[in-house]
């Protein structure tokens, strides 16, 4: 909690030390500090010229604002008069006014502001966000897939929207009073995943028309999340955002398409399925640990067939099959790579694969 106490005086008509000097020598001290002096600046300075005719007339009007800023809506008017958040505006106005002044804490104030410049940047952006209305889902649908009859589109086009602005809202709200992107707050579009699900499972559209439905949703709305990333700035988003395509697929019932498989180039001198390649090339793109890939090989070698080679032969294709990993000793034996919880993953991952049945 960003704790506010709103300045009785000018403090750009004092010496340096009067503003650069946190409660506490934190970032969020110095962050706190920061507020402070750009609500001053747009009430004494730099911003809107104003004359007040109390000292308590000019506190309530800086915690108004400290409001405004804390809730994402402090926008100023720039030079062409247009409405805009001004914090990386006033955090260059900082850095130039005080650069000079060879005291250290004013350098330790100044290195808190150029480390944060692009924290700084993404909240203006966050604030200053609008809705791109050429980047439209039902135009994109209907270049893939035309009318859909029964389909509600002008409802799903609507719970879009609304968890656009929300996972916006989001993003903005968490840099402001964090620095830092946190969580997904899921509750806050509970009520439009339940709403998506309800016109997803719609029992009046056909089944393979809706699978195609769901299928080039789940491309827009991907791209939707990369598209807010992209305009707020920030790319330290990754966990945010992989959460809420999440939460879209399950709402919408998608279920991935399983990988074409018919003429698929695979290496048919270690595996004796190509279903057997996909799915173990699938697990050792994506880990670094010796003993998953023990695990598959035990288990898809010794039980099961689907890989025809010795340990010492596996492990020189591997090496040089491009995976983050490389395996310079023998492969943990199948007894001391088995867990419950491994077997059950790769069952299921079996199911999706077509393997086993």
């Not at 010794?302 to 040089?320: A, M, Q, Y």
Request: charged share 30%.
């Amino acid at each position: 909690m960003i704790k506010f106490i709103p300045y009785t005086e000018d403090p750009f008509l004092q010496p340096p030390l009067y503003r650069v000097v946190p409660l506490e020598q934190t970032d969020m001290g110095y962050y706190t500090l920061f507020i402070k002096n750009l609500i001053a600046a747009h009430t004494f300075e730099n911003f809107d010229k104003k004359d007040f005719p109390s000292e308590t007339e000019i506190i309530n009007y800086q915690t108004e604002l400290f409001g405004a800023y804390i809730n994402g809506d402090l926008q100023i008017r720039n030079e062409g008069r247009i409405d805009k958040s001004p914090v990386t505006r006033f955090m260059e106005m900082e850095v130039e006014d005080l650069q000079f002044a060879d005291i250290p804490e004013v350098e330790s104030y100044l290195n808190f502001l150029v480390r944060h410049r692009k924290v700084f940047e993404c909240i203006d952006r966050a604030v200053d966000y609008e809705i791109d209305d050429s980047f439209d889902y039902e135009s994109y649908l209907d270049s893939k897939i035309r009318r859909i009859d029964f389909f509600e589109i002008t409802e799903v086009i609507y719970e879009l929207i609304v968890i656009n602005l929300e996972l916006v809202e989001q993003l903005k709200k968490q840099l402001i009073a964090n620095l830092e992107i946190q969580k997904l707050n899921i509750e806050y579009v509970k009520g439009n995943i339940d709403a998506l699900n309800y016109h997803f499972n719609n029992k009046l559209v056909d089944s393979v028309r809706m699978a195609q439905v769901k299928h080039h949703s789940v491309i827009w709305f991907g791209q939707l999340l990369r598209k807010i990333g992209f305009e707020i700035g920030w790319h330290d988003y990754k966990d945010f955002f992989d959460e809420m395509k999440s939460l879209f697929c399950e709402a919408i019932n998608y279920q991935p398409p399983v990988p074409e498989i018919a003429n698929i180039p695979y290496p048919k001198h270690i595996f004796t399925d190509p279903k057997a390649y996909l799915l173990f090339h699938e697990i050792a793109s994506k880990t670094s640990k010796n003993i998953i890939i023990s695990y598959l090989f035990r288990r898809m070698g010794e039980r099961e067939n689907f890989i025809s080679v010795r340990d010492t032969e596996f492990r020189d294709w591997f090496n040089t099959a491009g995976y983050p990993k490389e395996l310079y000793s023998p492969t943990h034996t199948y007894e001391k790579s088995y867990t419950e919880e491994r077997e059950l993953f790769v069952n299921l991952l079996y199911e999706k694969y077509g393997l086993g049945e």
